[in-house]
């Protein structure tokens, strides 16, 4: 017997990649953040072993990559961020190491 989500597209993504879409269902599902219980372990292609959390939408099943970023992302999540991106814009989460603005910068 198949696993009931057997039927859906499986997409691994790094932090790089992560869209508003895909940030505000990981807040959806772990608001309080995620913890150890909630991480997936699995060896990619290259036999490395890989950590990520699950989001799953109708037709999708979306393994996050577990880092720092994405956990200082989501405690720093709001959606007023986002409203001028597409859900579906892998530039609009940015790196939480930058401070906004940072790369508009004039040098003197």
Known sequence: MKPKDAHLKRVIVDFKKLTPEILALLVEKYPDGYDDDNVISFKNAKNETVEAV???????????????????????????????????????????????????????
């Open 54 to 108: 699950e989001v799953t939408t109708e037709d999708t099943k979306y393994l996050v990559k577990v880092s720092t970023k994405l956990e200082q992302t989501m405690e720093n999540y709001d959606e007023e961020d986002y409203e001028d991106f597409e859900d579906d814009d892998p530039d609009a989460v940015v790196d939480p190491d930058l401070e906004p603005g940072a790369e508009d910068e004039d040098f003197d």
